[in-house]
């Protein structure tokens, strides 16, 4: 299986890459759009602010490849959230791959969630033998809110998306490289699909 990682200096890429390495598999980092489109499967890391990852993405022309992909594609943490229509975060217009915005959460809230929280309402191969209620690890001040491309929820003062997918593109709030077996069956679950 050809993983590749994609490198635009704003992922926590190397634990990433251990969790494929413990499952056997060797991803490849890189920020070659012919690379990236020739891989069987893409990764689309995030950790950082929006605004000046979408710059990132920008600068390396990543932001016209990245919704134009066919194989699956999985975007985590901010990954999914520039995956989205829009980010309050930084003003920040996103690559529109999934119609919903991405919100601050509430005032009186501690932010970032950081943590231990559960997942439910799981409609996705993604979580094929995942059990409802599984405890996944988040870290996060901004959610994507409920919206027909939610695929599970968690709830942090309010229920939000903690997964999207549409057609090939699948993106989680949480972070599966440190969300112990649980993350590791969701990323074997990705390279299965």
Not at 113 to 126: D, E, F, M, T
Request: aromatic fraction near 10%; hydrophobic fraction near 40%.
């Amino acid at each position: 299986m050809d993983v590749v990682i994609i490198d635009y200096g704003a992922g926590n890429i190397q634990s990433i890459r251990f969790a494929f390495e413990r499952m056997g598999i060797h991803p490849e980092l890189s920020d070659s759009a012919e690379r990236i489109s020739r891989a069987d499967r893409v990764i689309f890391p995030g950790v950082g602010e929006a605004a000046s990852a979408m710059a990132k993405l920008q600068r390396s022309g990543l932001d016209t490849l990245l919704p134009e992909l066919q194989q699956p594609v999985l975007g985590i943490c901010l990954g999914m959230q520039l995956m989205c229509r829009y980010s309050e975060e930084g003003d920040t217009p996103g690559l529109g791959i999934f119609d919903t915005v991405v919100r601050r959460f509430t005032p009186g809230l501690k932010v970032p969630q950081i943590g231990w929280n559960n997942i439910s309402n799981l409609k996705s191969p993604l979580f094929k033998g995942v059990e409802e209620g599984s405890y996944i690890y988040l870290v996060h001040s901004y959610y994507a809110p409920l919206c027909p491309e939610t695929v599970a929820e968690s709830d942090y003062g309010l229920a939000y998306s903690a997964a999207l997918a549409r057609e090939n593109f699948y993106g989680v709030q949480f972070h599966p490289e440190k969300s112990s077996r649980v993350g590791a069956k969701i990323l074997q679950n990705f390279i299965e699909l």
